[in-house]
């Protein structure tokens, strides 16, 4: 053979060898070999921002396919318990006490993932301008008052004072409070959370009064003055866990310490994603750090999630497992 004839030979078996080695790599990526991972998406602002977080993480540093999906809190765990649904990072524990129950202690196909690190607290709102007009609308007991249920009456409520709520799937007890407490006051449900900061934007510009469920943590108390209006204290969380499952419910609800939830299946199915999942955990701060730039700022959530990513590496670098 003639040293230009081996010199196209040998050209030739190179470009084979990569020909075939780009199509290994190519079926081979780790996007094409590893499942996709379905996260839930609970329709409040906190549980999208937890979502795009692992989602950004999961398939950019880690290679997975990822699907966040928008579930409600009460339709999630079925789906999760027929490995539907990978896992959902926004559990509010009062809540689901039955859920709880059903899925992870009895049936064992839902598994609990652990602490997600933020402390929430679900309560009743008035802007701080209604109580310095009328201190005792700060407590219950001003509610009691009907002249100052009067002030916020609708059309739609008639006698009765109307009380905001948002998505109706939220898991909330307030028709109980209200029933129990003998208050004439109306749940009036606007269909999520966007809608309940317009109508409390609304009010609050032309100061005029607003009674509102909301919670911590939230950009809310920041962008506005609010206070909390006092409701009867409960002895203790299994007090009010006790209350809820008899219907007597009559106290304020309890400080929440959310926690993550999974498909039993998912160790067996992604072992790092997993193990990535149980070690997911950040501060009330930073939850509540992007809140503010989703509805403060208007970025999208994920535009917040992804800065709070490029910005805190050295707090998610701990959560991918080591090789």
């Not at 109580?131 to 006698?159: H, I």
């Not at 009010?203 to 005029?208: D, G, L, Q, S």
Request: one cysteine or more.
């Amino acid at each position: 053979m003639t040293m230009s004839r081996k010199i196209i030979y040998t050209i030739g078996v190179i470009a084979f060898l990569l020909i075939g080695v780009a199509g290994i790599i190519h079926h081979y990526t780790p996007e094409a070999s590893k499942p996709v991972i379905r996260l839930v998406e609970n329709p409040w602002i906190g549980g999208s921002i937890n979502a795009y977080v692992a989602k950004i993480i999961l398939h950019e540093k880690m290679g997975y396919p990822v699907e966040v999906v928008k579930v409600d809190e009460n339709t999630q765990w079925a789906l999760l318990a027929k490995g539907e649904l990978d896992a959902s990072l926004e559990v509010w524990p009062s809540g689901h006490i039955e859920d709880i129950k059903k899925y992870i202690v009895e049936q064992k196909t839902v598994q609990n993932m652990g602490l997600l690190g933020v402390v929430g607290k679900i309560g009743w709102y008035i802007p701080t301008y209604m109580v310095e007009k009328y201190p005792s609308l700060a407590t219950w007991v001003g509610f009691k008052n009907p002249n100052l249920v009067a002030l916020f009456k609708t059309a739609a409520t008639g006698d009765k004072g109307q009380f905001l709520t948002g998505d109706p799937t939220w898991v909330q007890y307030d028709r109980e409070i209200i029933k129990n407490l003998g208050l004439k006051l109306e749940v009036i449900q606007l269909g999520s959370e966007e809608a309940l900061l317009r109508a409390l934007d609304g009010a609050y510009k032309r100061k005029k009064p607003i009674l509102f469920y909301f919670w911590t943590p939230h950009s809310v108390q920041i962008k506005y003055r609010l206070t909390q209006v006092e409701l009867p204290k409960c002895q203790c969380r299994k007090s009010f866990f006790d209350k809820v499952s008899s219907g007597n419910i009559d106290c304020e609800y309890p400080p929440d310490v959310l926690c993550k939830i999974a498909s039993s299946g998912l160790k067996q199915k992604a072992p790092d994603v997993y193990y990535f999942l149980k070690s997911f955990s950040y501060t009330t701060e930073d939850q509540v750090s992007m809140i503010t730039m989703v509805t403060l700022e208007g970025k999208s959530v994920e535009e917040a999630a992804r800065i709070w990513v490029e910005k805190n590496a050295d707090k998610w670098k701990y959560w991918i497992p080591i090789k």
